[in-house]
């Protein structure tokens, strides 16, 4: 039975509405296997599994980090709360970092042939996270939750994968599809036109498209990575807006006109105080990460001019 | 046998706000609720049959007053809740009661006490308070008292405010009843009751730069009966016990409590389900139970690098964590209790489930508390919740408990097996049936 039932929309005792984001409708599937072969492993299976895997990853990253920006407005936002999020995308970021995904993906957009201006924040991002000799706090067994036999999914390559010696299941990509599987993009707060396009792919998509996932997909982490930039990066990357024909900022104002980017700033977050400058979103993630040293070689300097531009289309958006 | 639940369902109207903390006092004649919008209500255990051997107990409501109201912090442009998160209550020293209630920056002190009499007869003004006409008075006499209805009164006597940057979480008074403690996420502070003007800060974990923060407080009591010892208890699942003797400061824990993570069971979601949402000494001050997202468990003073027992609260939902991660559900708060003698160990959980775990026998049983299911005297049914595979009769199922019903707060009488078990906007108390 898809846990998607059980999942509710809470609101008893001030808790948070949280975005449910149809992943694999058009998500941000990537294959590795053009890539250098980066996170390439024997068997196309394998190859396969670790993109789901990276995939489900990277969707609780976005999924923690718009939990951290979009906090209750009027009341001081849970500090406990806040610190284990963050804690989390700290995990994930320092995993990701340590199993060269992150590389993987600078490498793959700063060579690509998509303009630069697309890849802004998600290029920004990695070039400035990667270092090579990265602080070993590091968790050395990639392991997931236990997955019950009976929840296991028809799709096996997300429910009985090892990425690593773990023997136990992959039940975090297991959930995280049930999370996904038939869910909408939802704004809280927002009206209806909202809702209706920031809707990704079509809205009744079902389990049946992620058995096609990997075989046939095109490589969505590219289109997804496009609208990173165009969103805010790394936090909305999975947002694909469908009405955005009149260019990114109009559909995404709409989308996000009441979001406070004071709250994109952690430590801002974390102290519970407004503080008047708004950063980049490039911002949230370095103030997280525990090591970031100097962009790597391969980020050349249009990476700085292209920051520019996303500052202002960032000013544009929330209003200033 | 395993004891029996009658149910004597007694609620509160459901229009009442959402209740936020549970208290017994010290003797169990108490029952006092906080709720989100700033009141307490007191119930008063009806001890008119306690001498007939099938006595059931009633609770009625003998005080309601608002503690706490909203407030706007003006330099941060934020609302400061009313909610209360804590009652504490004093030992009885005198005919009055006193509560400690705390929202997330005030801490009050409460005297509720009764008046059953008033005096009548005043020279100088008539029952109704108008004053009279002097000049008709006559006669001199003497204000007598005379029994009214009784009144409960409840007034403010102290409150402690300004101390606290970050949101209270936890209350304590101290067994030596001159002192308490107060903790917000990143300090406990040491009051005097009778001090408000200043608070003695003895824990600060605030680290110099607040990006760097990953770890806070979430709950601390003092020892029953060691005055200088208490505990507080973290998001990282550690538990440190502190002695006021030997510094001011107590950063330096004198015990660190932790249990050694299972690498097998590791994911994500590991610290989030670590972090402990309550900590209680026990009555005998011998153990102390943790309450973390998936487990309740049960430690030994002396020994600090496990714990003695481990219950599982409902370790179905080890596999939906991300799906409990994303609806926010995976921060619930869930407190725990103990029993009288230390024998039996009560939490709540979801579809309005709490648990009760007998430790001696290690058996444990589920209950629910709803209307359907309480009826007057009733025995309450045991649930089971069916984690997967073919569902038997009676079992619910892991994706059909409803998140939204969430028994956070619970409460055990001191002396009789009597329990107080919050819903969301529901109290209801069970008695144990006695055959």
């Known amino acids: 039975m898809s846990a998607c039932t059980l999942v509710s929309v809470s609101t008893v005792l001030g808790c948070h509405s949280c975005f449910r984001v149809d992943m694999f409708s058009k998500g941000t599937k990537r294959k590795f296997s053009d890539d250098g072969g980066e996170m ?60 060269g995904s992150w590389q993987a993906v600078t490498e793959a957009f700063c060579n690509g042939s998509q303009s630069p201006s697309e890849r802004l924040v998600a290029t920004e991002v990695l070039c400035r996270s990667r270092e090579q000799d990265a602080e070993p706090k590091l968790f050395s067994v990639i392991s997931y939750e236990g997955c019950r036999e009976e929840e296991v999914v028809a799709d096996e390559t997300l429910c009985s994968v090892s990425v690593s010696d773990a023997a136990s299941n992959v039940c975090l990509s297991e959930s995280v599809g049930h999370c ?41 982490e590219e289109e997804s990575s496009r609208e990173d930039s165009k969103s805010m990066g790394q936090v909305f990357g999975t947002f694909e807006i469908k009405n955005g024909s009149s260019g990114p900022d109009s559909a995404l104002e709409e989308l996000f006109s009441d979001v406070d980017a004071s709250y994109y700033d952690l430590d801002t977050m974390l102290t519970g105080i407004q503080s008047a400058p708004k950063m980049g979103p490039y911002d949230l993630l370095d103030s997280l990460a525990p090591s970031h040293g100097p962009p790597s070689l391969g980020s050349p300097s249009n990476c700085r001019s292209d920051l520019n531009e996303l500052d202002h289309i960032m000013e544009i958006i929330v209003g200033s | 046998g395993s004891s029996k639940l009658n149910s004597m369902f007694t609620s509160v109207s459901p229009k009442a706000d959402i209740i936020s903390t549970v208290e017994f006092n010290h003797s169990g004649e108490l029952l006092a609720t906080g709720d989100k919008g ?83 007869g005043y020279n100088l003004k008539e029952e109704d308070g108008r004053c009279r006409d002097s000049t008709t008075i006559t006669t001199l006499r003497v204000p007598v008292f005379r029994p009214m ?53 003895i824990v600060d974990i605030k680290p110099a730069n607040m990006e760097e923060l990953t770890e806070v407080i979430t709950a601390a009591e003092f020892h029953p ?15 440190r016990m502190c002695d006021m003797r030997a510094s001011a400061l107590c950063d330096k824990h004198s015990k660190l409590f932790e249990e050694p993570e299972d690498p097998s069971n590791r994911s994500f979601f590991s ?33 600090e690098n496990r714990p003695v027992e481990t219950y599982q609260v409902h370790e179905y939902l080890r596999s939906k964590l991300c799906s409990l991660y994303e609806n926010d559900c995976i921060f619930d708060k869930f407190e725990c209790c103990w029993n009288g003698n230390d024998s039996v160990v009560m939490t709540g959980s979801y579809n309005n489930f709490f648990r009760m ?26 649930r089971r919740v069916c984690a997967g595979g073919k569902r038997k009769k009676d079992e619910i199922s892991v994706d059909s408990l409803d998140f939204n019903k969430k028994i956070l707060h619970t409460a055990w009488h001191p002396q009789e097996n009597i329990i107080a078990v919050a819903t969301t906007n529901n109290l209801y108390i069970f008695q144990e049936k006695v055959n």
């Not at chain 1, 024997?42 to 951290?68: C, P, T």
């Not at chain 1, 704004?187 to 079509?202: A, F, I, K, N, Q």
């Not at chain 2, 001050?285 to 002396?302: A, E, P, Q």
């Open chain 1, 40 to 99: 390439s492993d024997e068997s196309l299976g394998g190859a396969n599994v670790s993109s789901s895997y990276n995939l489900q990853r990277q969707s609780l990253l976005d999924m923690s980090l718009i939990k951290l920006q979009l906090c209750h407005m009027l009341v001081e936002p849970n500090l406990c709360r806040s610190v284990l999020i963050a804690n989390t995308v700290r995990q994930i970021q320092e995993e990701m970092t340590h199993d």
């Open chain 1, 180 to 220: 996904w599987e038939t869910g909408e993009l939802r704004v809280v707060e927002s009206d209806e036109e909202t809702s209706e396009g920031s809707r990704l792919g079509p809205g009744d998509d079902d389990d049946d498209d992620e058995d096609d996932e990997d075989e046939d997909e095109v490589d969505e």
């Open chain 2, 38 to 120: 700033g009141r307490v209500v007191i119930f008063q255990q009806d001890t008119e049959n306690k001498s007939l051997p099938q006595c059931r107990s009633e609770y009625n409501v003998y005080s309601t007053f608002q503690s706490h109201e909203p407030e706007f912090d003006y330099l941060k442009s934020l609302e400061i809740e009313e909610k209360i998160n804590k009652i504490r209550w004093l030992p009885q020293k005198n005919a009055a009661q006193f509560l400690l209630s705390t929202n997330d920056k005030t801490i009050k002190l409460w005297k509720i006490s009764e008046r059953d009499k008033r005096p009548e």
């Open chain 2, 149 to 201: 209805d009784l009144m409960v009164e409840a007034s403010p006597r102290r409150v402690f405010a300004n101390a606290h940057t970050y949101h209270i979480n936890s209350i304590s008074v101290n067994s030596d009843n001159e002192t308490y403690l107060s903790a917000d996420d990143l300090r406990v502070n040491l009051w005097h009751l009778e001090i408000t003007d200043r608070s003695f800060n």
């Open chain 2, 225 to 239: 009966h060691q005055c200088n010892t208490f505990v507080y208890s973290s998001s990282k699942g550690t538990i």
């Open chain 2, 271 to 303: 610290e989030i389900i670590s972090s402990i949402s309550d900590v209680k000494f026990s009555h005998s001050g011998r153990y102390m139970m943790t309450r973390d997202y998936l487990s309740v468990k049960i430690w030994d003073l002396n020994m």
């Open chain 2, 357 to 382: 775990l007998e430790r001696t026998q290690r058996r444990d049983i589920t209950l629910e508390a709803s209307r359907e299911s309480s009826k007057a005297r009733q025995v309450l049914k045991p």
